[in-house]
DNA sequence: TCTCGATCATACCCAAAGCGTATCAAACAG
DNA sequence: CTGTTTGATACGCTTTGGGTATGATCGAGA
């Protein structure tokens, strides 16, 4: 079997032409080096490498193509040292990263950005998904990291809390309890039909919007159900009712709709990173080094931004 | 430095995930096997490529991007001994031809389709030049073979007679000379202006048809000089004078002038294929392999084939 | 929880591979 | 024709790498 030690060697007696001259470069002496190109000569099936006939030694055509690929192998060798060098300090390789729908609104844009800029030759790969299913993706090993919504600590899961929000009423512009001050209560709402997901797709989230209406005194009547927040602001938009969503579904500007603040101060959410503690790859530690200056740990520092 | 055989185990045990199996594949202990993939590591500075904490041990991120880099590297290495092997057997490499312009019109186009479709991965560059500096091409190594038309044989270089003709005569087709039997005398030409080549191109053919004319009791006067053949032709066509050229020239069928045998009988040129014995190449010689069996010994098979 | 088997790591020894010194053989310059 | 240069060969020795024995650790099952 061809070793790398003997490409290396003969590509300095190609470049020398000289065997004397060759071994010291190699810091060895002449017999050895020989010795190793009669080798290689040998591996590859007694080509003829070199042309010793005359004083001054040649390349035959067949050492001149060896010459070619022999670079070629040492330079990809390089090449895959430095890569794995890199993927084992987290500076290149592969992140799977799952969301929720609403943080495409909030953190994720701003978070990938920046990360993309530190470590460009990280592939992030991004996939929309509930936090329950996240959870299940990430024990299975098929996510890196999860962003989702949660009250409390998700079991077996490291989290980091990124984003605190109140939720807000998004309703139709032209609806009379749009008011001027961007604030209203949440009474009036008890008369209004509501769009809202599915409960089994963020049952925290949505316990907590029952919670606050249940409160205030009121279930409220969900006329119309939908899986995506976009869809639901859609159907507010087109007059199907009114919603509860999360702050920063702002973001999502519309000029059919508007958004309010709530009275009495509605619950906060709580966007956390969790990951595995377990599984920690070189690229995910990168990451959270990343992540971690970004955390918010007290809701006022989120109140002091605003 | 690493050497390949750490590539191979590290594959090996890459797919087995297990040292065991690994070294019994590999034709050896599991220690050693162990201390190969702990070099490895050490080499690559410090990586880890495996994770051994549990029982089943499995790639890191590092690792995965490893084994790619190392397929990579050792199925790179496996073309390039092939690749050199088919350069050495004169399979594949490049050949550089040096041929005179009449070639291009006798043997030239069928002995390279032919090579060509024999040795498809020989690369063959083909270079226009006159005789005389074809055999300064092959002395200074720029040219492995030349076709060029000669008399004697070329001092220090290999030849094989690859084509005979006669010259013929070539005249405007309005010309009152041009017979319908395609044969003509010579003396009639005498007082044509002639469209010839300068000596210096071509010494020995032109020495030929100057023999050749005087013999008929005249030297021909010479209106115009042209370098290339293409060029003597089109001036005949333009009514400039006449020509006598070789009869593979009859290939460059033109409306505008006629192609005729002479009597007496014209001189017969023969084209040689060179080359230099000392300097023969594997491609080479696969080269002269091929055009062996199409050498034309004595002019009685040229003529028999007529 | 404890034990035992499986598995990778380490210690130590030996054989093989590879390097160095001495020398030979051939090519070329003078 | 001779001496010098240069690659090849011979042989001894060091180093490298593989084998055997054994240790350490993890995890399955009692």
Redesign the pocket.
Known sequence: MI?T?LLRSFLVVADE????RA?TRL??????L??????LEGDLGDVALFD????Q?ALTQAGQAFVVEARRILDQLAHAVDRTQRVARGESGRLRIGFISTANYSVLPGLLKAFASRFPDVEVELLESTGDEQARLLADGILDAGLLIASDPVPDLESLPLYREPLVAVLPRSSPLASRTGTMAVKPLRAEPFVLFPRVLAPSLYDKIIAYTEKAGFSPYVAQEARQMQTIIGLVAGGLGVSIVPACMQNLRRDDVVYQRLSPKAPEITTFLVWRADRSSSVLESFLEHCRPLAKTSPKRVRAKR
Chains 1, 2 share one sequence.
């Open positions: 070793e030690r032409l000289h065997f004397g071994a810091h060895l002496t002449q017999p050895p020989t010795r190793q190109i009669q080798q010793r006939t005359r004083r030694i």
